[in-house]
């Protein structure tokens, strides 16, 4: 199966492009969404969160606090890294697991950390969401809680725009308005469809 690593900065409209290919029929597997998931009441990744970085961070409905414990492992990298441990092999053997089940004429892997993770090395093609800096942190700050420092401090612990770029196969342009974007996951699309049919014809033949 084709498969497309969808990546970009925070704010950037991963998931905004995610929800228009999955509308088209693509296999979308959000690893934000995994993320969620694993640390959900009950969870062991949840448990070993608690043991790790505190009791605190699990509210009286059994729920991870995320704020705190964003708070927490971006003032430090090694807790950073510990969470890391934690979360990431445990996401990847999941994706990798819906990745097999899926029946679908492509897949789009979500991953915001794709070059930093190394998982590009997972996906047949990169697909870019590309927005101007001043642009993706008023869209950070409209859509959460974070404070202009924070929204900082997560920039710079991702890659930087011009090595995503340099890195991408395929870019949408998102700093116009939502429709221009939508256009551009259209054609996007539509080049999957046509790599994705290249490659049955190849494979069946
Ligand atoms: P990501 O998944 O990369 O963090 P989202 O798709 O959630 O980004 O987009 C971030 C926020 O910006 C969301 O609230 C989304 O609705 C909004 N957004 C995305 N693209 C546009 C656009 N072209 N114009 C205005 N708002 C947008």
Do not use: C, W
């Not at 969404?33 to 605190?56: C, N, S």
């Not at 924070?150 to 612990?157: M, P």
Request: hydrophobic share 45%; glycine share 8%.
């Amino acid at each position: 199966m084709l498969v497309i690593g969808l990546t970009g900065g925070i704010g950037s409209g991963k998931s905004t492009v995610a929800d228009a290919l999955a509308a088209r029929g693509a296999g979308v597997i959000d690893t934000d969404v995994i993320a969620r998931e694993l640390t959900e009441p009950g969870q062991p990744a949840l448990a070993e969160i608690a043991a790790t970085f505190g009791t605190a961070l699990i509210g009286p409905n059994g729920r991870l606090d995320r704020d705190a414990l964003r708070t927490q492992v971006f003032s430090d990298p090694d807790a950073r890294a510990r969470l890391e441990g934690i979360l990431h092999p445990r996401i990847k053997d999941r994706m990798l697991e819906r990745l097999a089940a899926l029946d679908a004429p492509y897949a789009v892997l979500v991953i915001p950390l794709l070059f930093e993770t190394n998982q590009h090395t997972l996906v047949d093609r990169v697909l870019v969401v590309d927005i101007a800096e001043t642009a993706q942190r008023e869209r950070v700050r409209r859509r959460s809680g974070l404070t202009h420092s924070e929204i900082d401090r997560i920039v710079a612990s991702q890659i930087s725009r011009a090595d995503r770029l340099a890195r991408a196969d395929d870019i949408l342009d998102n700093s116009g308005d939502l429709p221009a974007l939508l256009a551009q996951a259209e054609r996007v699309h539509r080049i999957y469809i046509a790599l994705a049919g290249d490659l049955n014809d190849h494979e069946a033949g």
